[in-house]
């Protein structure tokens, strides 16, 4: 059982996710905003946080947990729907959202989901291909795959969140860092690298494919 912090300034929501939580077994933490929510994070295994919160946004909470601890389980409540928002919590490190309004059943079937991925050390597998992030490896059809570190960042990358489109701008972001003073044709270099190594080409994609004049995105079919 985990100790799950819920961060929402909505009392009703976090009476009854507790209530579905306690009844899971878990130990529930509760914050009403982000501030708190912050002193909070360090005694918890888990966090449920809110999108928009009275001080510090759930957004910035999960920035500043992931770039804290990396492999700590977020879930991202939000009344945002678009695709767009979706991929920006995604992008600031949440590992999974659930818009409002929601099933308290939903949000336990997902916690449950990220606890059980969070035990087996963040494995990604898909159609042959399986990454660990803790241990760096990858390999595909049952053998090794020799990814630079970039490489298996942008794999991963891509490979955690099938059917979404990344712009180039935003892979950028996410695998070399907001403050790389890089050009977008650099994810096209690596993109072409790392699409050699795994035997496959834009034209026949096994894993990723390329929207033209708008990004990369990896296959939910897989």
């Given amino acids: 059982m985990a100790r ?48 928009m919160l009275p001080g510090v946004s759930g957004l910035e909470l999960a920035r500043e947990q992931r770039r804290a601890h990396p492999d700590f389980p977020i879930l991202l409540l939000t009344a945002r729907g678009e695709e ?27 916690v449950r989901a990220l606890l059980r991925r969070a035990r087996i050390h963040d494995r990604v597998s898909a159609g042959g291909l399986h990454l660990d992030e803790h241990t760096r490896t990858a390999t595909l059809d049952g053998e090794g795959l020799s990814l630079s570190k970039l490489e298996f960042d942008l794999l991963l990358t891509l490979a955690r969140h099938p059917g979404f489109v990344w712009s180039r701008d935003r892979l950028l972001e996410r695998v070399w860092g907001p403050d790389f003073p890089g050009v977008e044709r650099v994810v096209d270099v ?20 390329t929207l033209r004049g708008v990004g990369y995105r990896f296959r939910d079919e897989t």
């Fill in 4 to 51: 799950i912090l819920i961060v929402d300034d909505n009392p009703a929501i976090l009476e009854i996710l507790g209530a579905y939580l306690r009844q899971e077994g878990h130990t529930v933490l509760e914050a009403h905003d982000g501030d708190s929510g912050r002193e909070q994070l360090a005694g918890a295994d888990l966090a449920v946080l809110d999108w």
């Fill in 84 to 110: 767009e928002d979706k991929l920006r919590g995604l992008e600031v490190g949440a590992d999974d959202y659930v818009t409002k309004p929601f099933s308290p059943r939903e949000v336990v079937a997902r």
């Fill in 190 to 209: 690596h993109m072409a690298g790392l699409r050699k190594k795994l035997g496959e080409s834009p034209e026949q994609p096994r894993f990723i494919e």
